[in-house]
């Protein structure tokens, strides 16, 4: 009897916990594109898709740096120039770090930027200001959402959600 009543418990929490790679992968995205932006471009009769994409919320670790992932779809769209400002500050633009493609949805049809800046803790907005190549610039509005909103805190000792 007790072993049975073992095994039937094994079971219901093994069907319980979501370690599944894949789902877990799946969650990781769909959080991920609660924290982003997206504006349609034109240029030379080619259209795009920028994506900026606010990585921090949804990071296994925490970070001094705000973190953005920039996408632009197609590929073959060309950068000539681009600057991007947070909060009115110059960022630091270069080649994602595959690491953070977990977070993100991908096809083969994307450039993938990382866009960097020390965080500033008492800002609860990130405004994106992007200039790309000779276009009219455009702005991207973001919200800070702390960790703790969806996970648990790392000072204190309770989940959130």
């Known amino acids: 009897m007790r072993i049975s009543f073992l095994l039937s418990g094994i079971l219901f929490f093994s069907a319980c916990s979501i ?10 995205k769909t959080q991920t594109l609660m924290f982003s932006q997206k504006y349609k471009i034109s240029q030379n009769n080619l259209n795009a898709i920028v994506t900026m994409s606010y990585l921090n919320p949804v990071l296994d670790y925490s970070s001094d740096n705000d973190i953005f992932a920039f996408t632009l779809t197609p590929d073959s769209f060309n950068i000539d120039s681009l600057e991007i400002f947070l909060n009115n500050k110059k960022a630091d633009i270069k080649e994602l770090d595959p690491s953070f493609l977990k977070y993100l949805l991908q096809n083969n049809y994307t450039k993938y930027l990382e866009v960097t800046l020390p965080s500033e803790k008492a800002e609860n907005f ?13 702005e991207l509005n973001f919200q800070k959402y702390p960790k703790s909103l969806y996970y648990r805190s790392e000072d204190v000792d309770t989940q959130y959600n």
């Open 19 to 28: 370690k599944d790679p894949i789902i877990v992968d799946t969650n990781l």
């Open 126 to 138: 990130v405004k994106a200001k992007i200039c790309l190549n000779h276009l009219p610039c455009f």
